[in-house]
DNA sequence: ACCCAGGGTCATA
DNA sequence: TATGACCATGGG
């Protein structure tokens, strides 16, 4: 299908419009030059601890990381937990994200760093990160994609509401199904997957809100099923 | 005083 | 397999 760059969809969606979603914010927003890290480590890093959490605390933990020489994986291996922990309290849950970034790590070093694992298969990396205690399949699929440019399609909370929302999906169907939608629909595609889901993120939090959605003047509004989009009050 | 934010694990039934 | 409790800080 066509896309429709800097015009508004006009009709109901289905699966096989997921491309020209993809053009509409593209051409909204614009490149969203994601993900904001400094290296495939930091990346790595933020991705555990931006887990339900507002990506503001996370930029204050990484500062503090930064301050105290501990944004590697040889200090946050062996860190005492405590330490750790104050580092990244901002982040909430942190004396859970402490151990996890250490049993990352202490993973992530076993294996020969990102220079090794850089020569893994996709599907054997992924399958490593999920064994690691505190990764879960959004987790391991941000650092698929953003820290090792892997062809993985990240779903979210913001995914799951767009999507929904859309009337492509009911909402709740399981991670890996619509992590197939994606792929299979679009075909292998970092770039694409890349500022796909930056550009779902910036939607999802500036407009297609969980309340008090911003439905006037929304490039996808002709064709979403939501009902009542409450507009600015 | 709520509700929400770029989840994941573990214990139950 | 499917729900619920739990983890915890900071901004609106």
Not at 13 to 26: A, E, G, I, K, W
Not at 87 to 97: C, E, H, M, V, W
Request: a positive charge.
């Amino acid at each position: 299908m066509a896309s429709n760059r800097g015009q508004t969809m006009t009709k109901p969606l289905s699966r096989h419009d997921l491309r020209t979603v993809h053009d509409t914010l593209l051409a909204c927003y614009g490149p969203q030059h994601w993900w904001p890290g400094e290296t495939p480590f930091e990346v790595m890093v933020g991705a555990i601890l931006t887990q339900n959490t507002a990506w503001s605390n996370v930029e204050r933990a990484i500062q503090q990381l930064v301050a105290a020489n501990h944004l590697n994986p040889e200090a946050i291996a062996t860190a005492d937990p405590t330490t750790l922990g104050a580092l990244i309290r901002p982040t909430g849950y942190f004396n859970i994200k402490a151990r996890r970034l250490q049993g990352f790590c202490q993973w992530y070093l076993a294996r020969g760093q990102r220079e090794a694992l850089m020569e893994m298969p996709t599907v054997a990396l992924r399958r490593e990160l999920l064994a690691v205690k505190g990764i879960g399949p959004e987790t391991a699929d941000d650092i698929l994609l953003y820290a090792f440019a892997r062809p993985v399609f990240v779903i979210d909370a913001y995914t799951r509401r767009l999507l929904a929302r859309l009337g492509i999906t009911r909402g709740d169907e399981p991670y890996e199904a619509l992590r197939a939608l994606f792929e299979e629909t679009l075909g292998a595609n970092v770039a694409l997957f890349n500022e796909y889901h930056a550009l779902i993120v910036r939607h999802a939090k500036e407009r297609c809100r969980k309340r008090q959605a911003l439905c006037e003047g929304c490039v996808l509004a002709a064709c979403c099923q939501k009902e009542e989009g409450i507009t600015a009050s």
